[in-house]
């Protein structure tokens, strides 16, 4: 079962759970860990390991793990039920308060969040919920009996609660009773009054009632709707954004103040309708983005309708462009346009929120969209409410948002796939920009909301959520994205890394985190891969999609244009062999000083001919001949071979300098490349963390051997399988761990006892080295990646054993293991084996 690809997954919790029957949390570790490491993982896979982390021992773990959960669905029972259960003091009042905000909460886990808050001081907290029109709901309090319920909405009244003894959450410092009120009584607020003073406050959305609104109509050709709660200065600059659109729009501007707790808002939001600005609607209680566009609906009765978020801001004549867009085709309905945090039309990130540029940049990144785009359009699955053009034709056949999704989040969506069903589009505006905040921080509740309703439209469109993970891959917008990209100007005195794809390309990906790091704006990733280009801003600001065709002279000659007009301070080159020659010739044309990136030797070594498994000579400790042969073996013609040669001597004459990218890559780069200039490595500072003894951990077993394996290569999964039959064959009980993924993850671990964790992240790594009980670590790859682990060595003060292309010149340090490069993965790990049974228990007892 646990190799079935299908039932792998499940098979990881059993695990889980057999050792955690048998009290061993540290076995579970590894399957617990595993599951939150696939592509399935969810917030209960994170749960889990968090449970795990906290009967090992590691309650930092755990709690870290718990936020995770929390995070990824704050609506999971079990989650919250971990939380109030083992979570910290500020977890268990997150969850607790997460509960009560849930109408639909199980009645056991309302009753351990009352107890915990009242633990923690509260003295009554009330709990109501609209249920087929009627309020009902709980009270709970300490203190005297006695306690009053004011009712707020279109009057006011007070009722007297009686305790109710048998009540599910009486306890016996605490009282109870139900509140259940009349289905006609148009409730807003309810308060627990004790002795005259509020002590409890709940609200409820009231059922629309907007008889008295009475506006009177205006001419007008499109009607902007912009519902406003809080957030002053980013409504105004809204407003005052929608104020500059000028001519030629004919526009009305309805802002609805749903309740807003700001009066310096809501008082500048006086004058501008005494100004006559603007149309306003008051709700007299929060009633949520739906209800309070519906009720400026419903007064928009011709022309086209904008749903604007009062944090999004529309640079000048844009919403013209908009609606140039929406009446494009007959058959578009409604007309998102970009944004730096628009879902779908994100960037230059898609589909993530990027940071909102100031106004004056706004402007110009429209302003380069209409130059890219023009009046271009792109179909979407749906609209993205921040900026939602409606055209009339779609309004009347649709009608108005809905309300069944509380507080807001999908109704946007839902309207947008009812549009299409009724035969209307959803398009992308893809020459206009409008600039939106979005949620400025992680919150708790929105996150509640967002899952909430997610469920409730799988619900009535269950076929969306395939459809828009199908739009995200396939990426629609990217043209004209890179369209817009390509018109940017280059920034001063930034790095480009060119490289081809697989091991460079990851290289290239390490090489630019490190420079991030750096002062100076963040570098360029250039990989040129079959047939194109991709140009990437590491840290992910612009760009982000632009490519350019490499299959004909034209693609290339507009790449190299880019790069000479992007004012590099240099151009590093990873793997320079796997790039095209004449890219090549052109590069070094460019007047720039270019490097060779030496990260990974193998593109300047023969490459290594496939290790069948069987070592032709076993006996002698050393390389064999037919083993070094083999692991350096050319297979080339020997026209081919004058031709890499040939490349080579070239590359050694143009390029400026190498530049090593750790201590080991300099060795050998000093060795093989001769007289060249070799940049010095400076390594970084590291501050030595050494992990706590095994003797002090839970269960301390022979300590596991790591292979930091961030890059999957097949060479390497074979030197892995290797290592696990080697420390069989000498009874070795220390489990192989894979710190990385493999090409066939089960396959490898079919092969014996080595344990693949799945994709790791830097951050991971000291809580990884603390749990799975890492005692070394090896590096299964003979001319890359040194690194990484060398890094992991230093600051861990753990052992290491790796390929040693220095050639004896660089000192080994914590115990460490110099490989000699031409072994055959056989000969390797029998020596690796060997060393980490020294490590454990003394080289005499192997």
């Given at each position: 079962?646990?190799?079935?690809?299908r039932?792998?997954?499940?098979?990881?919790?059993?695990?889980?759970?057999?050792?955690?029957?048998?009290?061993?949390?540290?076995?579970?570790?590894?399957?617990?860990?595993?599951?939150?490491?696939?592509?399935?993982?969810?917030?209960?896979?994170?749960?889990?390991?968090?449970?795990?982390?906290?009967?090992?021992?590691?309650?930092?773990?755990?709690?870290?793990?718990?936020?995770?959960?929390?995070?990824?669905?704050?609506?999971?029972?079990?989650?919250?039920?971990?939380?109030?259960?083992?979570?910290?003091?500020?977890?268990?009042?997150?969850?607790?308060?997460?509960?009560?905000?849930?109408?639909?909460?199980?009645?056991?886990?309302?009753?351990?969040?009352?107890?915990?808050?009242?633990?923690?001081?509260?003295?009554?907290?009330?709990?109501?919920?609209?249920?087929?029109?009627?309020?009902?709901?709980?009270?709970?309090?300490?203190?005297?009996?006695?306690?009053?319920?004011?009712?707020?909405?279109?009057?006011?009244?007070?009722?007297?609660?009686?305790?109710?003894?048998?009540?599910?959450?009486?306890r016996?410092?605490?009282?109870?009773?139900?509140i259940?009120?009349?289905?006609?009584?148009?409730?807003?607020?309810?308060?627990?009054?004790?002795?005259?003073?509020?002590?409890?406050?709940?609200?409820?959305?009231?059922?629309?009632?907007?008889?008295?609104?009475?506006?009177?109509?205006?001419?007008?050709?499109?009607?902007?709707?912009?519902?406003?709660?809080?957030?002053?200065?980013?409504?105004?600059?809204?407003?005052?954004?929608?104020?500059?659109?000028?001519?030629?729009?004919?526009?009305?501007?309805?802002?609805?103040?749903?309740?807003?707790?700001?009066?310096?808002?809501?008082?500048?939001?006086?004058?501008?309708?005494?100004?006559?600005?603007?149309?306003?609607?008051?709700?007299?209680?929060?009633?949520?983005?739906?209800?309070?566009?519906?009720?400026?609906?419903?007064?928009?009765?011709?022309?086209?309708?904008?749903?604007?978020?009062?944090?999004?801001?529309?640079?000048?004549?844009?919403?013209?462009?908009?609606a140039?867009?929406?009446?494009?085709?007959?058959?578009?309905?409604?007309?998102?346009?970009?944004?730096?945090?628009?879902?779908?039309?994100?960037?230059?990130?898609?589909?993530?929120a990027?940071?909102?540029?100031?106004?004056?940049?706004?402007?110009?990144?429209?302003?380069?969209?209409?130059?890219?785009?023009?009046?271009?359009?792109?179909?979407?699955?749906?609209g993205?409410?921040?900026?939602?053009?409606?055209?009339?034709?779609?309004?009347?056949?649709?009608?108005?948002?809905?309300?069944?999704?509380?507080?807001?989040?999908?109704?946007?969506?839902?309207?947008?796939?009812?549009?299409?069903?009724?035969?209307?589009?959803?398009?992308?505006?893809?020459?206009?920009?409008?600039?939106?905040?979005?949620?400025?921080?992680?919150?708790?509740?929105?996150?509640?909301?967002?899952?909430?309703?997610?469920?409730?439209?799988?619900?009535?469109?269950?076929?969306?959520?395939?459809?828009s993970?199908?739009?995200v891959?396939?990426?629609?917008?990217r043209?004209?994205?890179?369209?817009?990209?390509?018109?940017?100007?280059?920034?001063?005195?930034?790095?480009?890394?060119?490289?081809?794809?697989?091991?460079?390309?990851?290289?290239?990906?390490?090489?630019?985190?490190?420079?991030?790091?750096?002062?100076?704006?963040?570098?360029?990733?250039?990989?040129?891969?079959?047939?194109?280009?991709?140009?990437?801003?590491?840290?992910?600001?612009?760009?982000?999609?632009?490519?350019?065709?490499?299959?004909?002279?034209?693609?290339?000659?507009?790449?190299?244009?880019?790069?000479?007009?992007?004012?590099?301070?240099?151009?590093?080159?990873f793997?320079?062999?796997?790039?095209?020659?004449?890219?090549?010739?052109?590069?070094?044309?460019?007047?720039?000083?270019?490097?060779?990136?030496?990260?990974?030797?193998?593109?300047?070594?023969?490459?290594?001919?496939?290790?069948?498994?069987?070592?032709?000579?076993?006996?002698?400790?050393?390389?064999c001949?037919?083993?070094?042969?083999g692991?350096?073996?050319?297979?080339?013609?020997?026209?081919?071979?004058?031709?890499?040669?040939?490349?080579?001597?070239?590359?050694?004459?143009?390029?400026?300098?190498?530049?090593?990218?750790?201590?080991?890559?300099e060795?050998?780069?000093?060795?093989?490349?001769?007289?060249?200039?070799?940049?010095?490595?400076?390594?970084?500072?590291?501050?030595?963390?050494?992990?706590?003894?095994?003797?002090?951990?839970?269960?301390?077993?022979?300590?596991?051997?790591?292979?930091?394996?961030?890059?999957?290569?097949?060479?390497?999964?074979?030197?892995?399988?290797?290592?696990?039959?080697?420390?069989?064959?000498?009874?070795?009980?220390?489990?192989?761990?894979?710190?990385?993924?493999?090409?066939?993850?089960?396959?490898?671990?079919?092969?014996?006892?080595?344990?693949?964790?799945?994709?790791?992240?830097?951050?991971?790594?000291?809580?990884l080295?603390?749990?799975?009980?890492?005692?070394?670590?090896?590096?299964?790859?003979?001319?890359?990646?040194?690194?990484?682990?060398?890094?992991?060595?230093?600051?861990?003060?753990l052992?290491?054993?790796?390929?040693?292309?220095?050639?004896?010149?660089?000192?080994?340090?914590?115990?460490?293991?110099a490989?000699?490069?031409?072994?055959?993965?056989?000969?390797?790990a029998?020596?690796?084996?060997?060393?980490?049974?020294?490590?454990?228990q003394?080289?005499?007892?192997?």
């Amino acid at each position: 079962m646990f190799f079935d690809p299908r039932r792998h997954f499940e098979a990881l919790f059993l695990q889980v759970r057999r050792h955690l029957d048998d009290g061993r949390a540290d076995l579970a570790f590894p399957h617990a860990d595993r599951r939150c490491r696939l592509p399935r993982a969810r917030a209960r896979d994170f749960l889990l390991r968090s449970e795990v982390s906290r009967r090992a021992g590691f309650l930092d773990d755990s709690a870290r793990d718990l936020d995770r959960a929390i995070e990824l669905d704050p609506t999971d029972r079990y989650v919250l039920r971990g939380a109030l259960t083992w979570g910290e003091p500020a977890q268990k009042s997150l969850g607790a308060r997460l509960v009560l905000s849930d109408g639909d909460a199980a009645p056991a886990l309302v009753a351990l969040a009352l107890d915990w808050l009242m633990a923690e001081g509260e003295t009554a907290l009330l709990g109501l919920v609209r249920r087929d029109q009627a309020v009902v709901g709980w009270a709970a309090w300490t203190g005297a009996e006695e306690i009053q319920l004011r009712l707020a909405g279109d009057s006011e009244r007070l009722v007297a609660l009686k305790p109710e003894p048998e009540h599910w959450l009486a306890r016996e410092t605490r009282f109870a009773a139900t509140i259940r009120l009349d289905p006609a009584e148009n409730v807003a607020t309810a308060t627990l009054l004790r002795d005259g003073a509020a002590v409890a406050t709940g609200s409820l959305t009231a059922g629309p009632r907007f008889l008295a609104d009475v506006v009177a109509p205006e001419p007008a050709s499109l009607s902007v709707i912009v519902p406003v709660y809080e957030d002053f200065a980013a409504t105004r600059a809204c407003f005052e954004a929608l104020f500059a659109q000028g001519a030629p729009l004919a526009m009305r501007i309805l802002a609805v103040d749903d309740a807003s707790p700001n009066a310096a808002l809501r008082r500048w939001l006086d004058d501008q309708a005494t100004a006559g600005r603007i149309t306003l609607l008051r709700n007299s209680h929060n009633l949520g983005f739906a209800a309070s566009v519906n009720r400026a609906l419903r007064l928009c009765t011709a022309g086209d309708v904008l749903l604007l978020n009062a944090d999004a801001l529309a640079p000048p004549g844009s919403l013209a462009r908009l609606a140039e867009v929406a009446h494009a085709a007959p058959d578009i309905g409604v007309v998102t346009p970009f944004s730096n945090n628009g879902e779908y039309t994100s960037l230059p990130k898609p589909n993530a929120a990027n940071p909102m540029e100031p106004e004056t940049e706004i402007a110009y990144i429209d302003r380069l969209a209409r130059e890219a785009n023009g009046l271009d359009f792109i179909d979407l699955p749906n609209g993205i409410g921040f900026c939602l053009f409606i055209t009339r034709a779609c309004l009347d056949a649709v009608g108005l948002l809905p309300e069944l999704y509380d507080r807001g989040y999908f109704e946007d969506v839902e309207f947008c796939l009812r549009a299409r069903e009724q035969g209307f589009r959803n398009v992308c505006a893809t020459g206009v920009y409008v600039g939106h905040h979005g949620s400025r921080s992680f919150r708790a509740e929105k996150r509640r909301l967002v899952m909430r309703n997610l469920a409730i439209l799988r619900r009535r469109f269950p076929d969306y959520e395939a459809e828009s993970a199908s739009f995200v891959e396939a990426d629609p917008l990217r043209c004209a994205r890179g369209a817009i990209e390509a018109l940017l100007p280059g920034r001063p005195g930034r790095v480009a890394l060119v490289c081809a794809g697989g091991a460079s390309r990851f290289l290239a990906g390490e090489r630019a985190a490190a420079l991030a790091k750096e002062a100076g704006p963040a570098p360029l990733i250039c990989a040129c891969l079959t047939g194109r280009a991709e140009l990437r801003g590491a840290a992910g600001e612009w760009p982000q999609s632009l490519e350019f065709r490499l299959d004909g002279s034209e693609g290339r000659r507009s790449l190299v244009a880019f790069l000479r007009a992007g004012r590099f301070s240099r151009i590093e080159l990873f793997d320079p062999l796997a790039l095209e020659p004449g890219l090549l010739a052109a590069v070094f044309r460019l007047g720039v000083r270019v490097e060779i990136a030496a990260g990974d030797l193998e593109w300047a070594i023969p490459p290594q001919a496939p290790f069948d498994g069987a070592c032709r000579a076993p006996d002698p400790p050393g390389p064999c001949a037919p083993c070094a042969e083999g692991a350096f073996r050319d297979e080339a013609t020997d026209a081919v071979r004058r031709r890499r040669l040939k490349r080579k001597r070239r590359l050694l004459a143009h390029a400026d300098a190498f530049r090593p990218l750790d201590r080991m890559s300099e060795q050998a780069a000093r060795h093989i490349f001769g007289d060249a200039a070799v940049a010095p490595f400076i390594q970084p500072s590291i501050e030595p963390r050494p992990l706590p003894p095994l003797s002090s951990l839970p269960h301390a077993r022979r300590g596991a051997l790591a292979v930091v394996a961030p890059l999957r290569d097949a060479r390497a999964d074979r030197m892995v399988v290797a290592l696990g039959r080697a420390l069989q064959k000498i009874d070795d009980p220390a489990r192989v761990v894979v710190f990385g993924a493999c090409v066939d993850d089960l396959a490898v671990m079919r092969s014996g006892d080595v344990f693949v964790s799945g994709p790791v992240e830097q951050d991971e790594i000291e809580r990884l080295l603390r749990q799975y009980d890492v005692a070394a670590l090896v590096s299964p790859y003979r001319t890359r990646l040194f690194d990484r682990i060398d890094r992991m060595s230093r600051a861990f003060a753990l052992p290491k054993a790796c390929f040693d292309f220095s050639f004896g010149k660089l000192a080994l340090e914590n115990g460490d293991l110099a490989l000699d490069p031409r072994l055959c993965d056989a000969k390797a790990a029998s020596r690796i084996a060997q060393w980490h049974c020294g490590l454990s228990q003394g080289a005499a007892a192997c």
